[in-house]
């Protein structure tokens, strides 16, 4: 049957939808995606989303990278304020390396970004600007060493092993070298409640129960029981605990014993 005189055809039709304003919109998001010069400098956004998680979804190209969605707003909560400066960047965990790029490119130019993993293979993966260091941070004396060669450390990711003893070691032994101001990121957390990497509900010796007794620890200030339960040098440098599914991140301080004061005039 002939088509009306006026109608379109479907293919004209086709091509006024994807001619409008919200098609190209969504075109040109795509194209941006695809292009490798995007997945390079990913960690930009021109419409002031979460860089992170842009960066993940256009890196269809690059080394691989496997995080649960959620942890992108927490790492750019807590990590924004460090990007574009000179600071050191630490990331337990390599794996395929593309974790450490993704942090290249969104702390800038200036970051040091080092990597630790137990696997040789990791070495190959060094770059300009990202370091590899091979070692098991099961062993304190390898993270003793390891706090030594790199020095002070304004940011650290905990994306290791997962296994409590390597948790709890890395964060005792390098929690001295945060700075002030720094910050301690440990991922994964939801190990602590799985039998195969040695935890459980309430299970002593994980690392959610060991961060527990952190969370008393930071009171300490206001202990009734100073023989059992005294001011320590976590008491004094841990400033805040921020828990997350899956995530704690610790802010690094100089804590003092906090003071009470009171202002203003009675109401009553």
């Known amino acids: 049957m002939p088509k009306k005189s006026g109608s379109p055809t479907l293919r004209e039709a086709a091509r006024r939808r994807l001619s409008s304003e919200p098609a190209m919109r969504v075109r040109r998001a795509l194209a941006r995606r695809l292009d490798p010069a995007v997945q390079d400098s990913g960690a930009k956004s021109s419409r002031g989303g979460n860089p992170l998680e842009e960066y993940f979804h256009a890196n269809n190209r690059g080394r691989r990278i496997h995080k649960w969605l959620h942890y992108f707003d927490i ?42 993993d137990i696997n040789p293979k990791c070495a190959a993966l060094e770059e300009p600007q990202i370091e590899i260091v091979i070692g098991d941070q099961g062993d304190r004396e390898f993270l003793r060493s390891l706090a030594a060669r790199i020095g002070p450390i304004d940011v650290l990711i905990e994306d290791g092993g997962h296994r409590m003893t390597q948790q709890i070691a890395t964060f005792e032994e390098m929690w001295p070298s945060i700075v002030d101001g720094g910050v301690f990121l440990i991922e994964d957390l939801h190990t602590s409640y799985w039998a195969k990497h040695h935890g459980g ?28 339960f005294e001011v320590d040098d976590y008491t004094r440098s841990i400033g805040g605990m921020h828990a997350y599914d899956s995530i704690i991140v610790f802010d690094k301080a100089t804590v003092t014993e906090p003071i009470s004061k009171t202002k203003g005039m009675r109401s009553h």
């Open 75 to 116: 790492y750019d909560r807590h990590l924004r304020p460090y990007r574009d400066k000179p600071v050191t960047i630490v990331e337990f965990g390599v794996s395929h390396g593309g974790s450490l790029q993704m942090w290249k490119a969104y702390f800038g130019p200036q970051a040091r970004i080092v990597g630790v």
């Open 201 to 228: 509900y309430q299970r002593q010796g994980t690392f959610i129960e060991y961060a527990k007794n952190l969370i008393d620890q930071q009171h300490a200030w206001h202990s009734e029981d100073p023989d059992t």
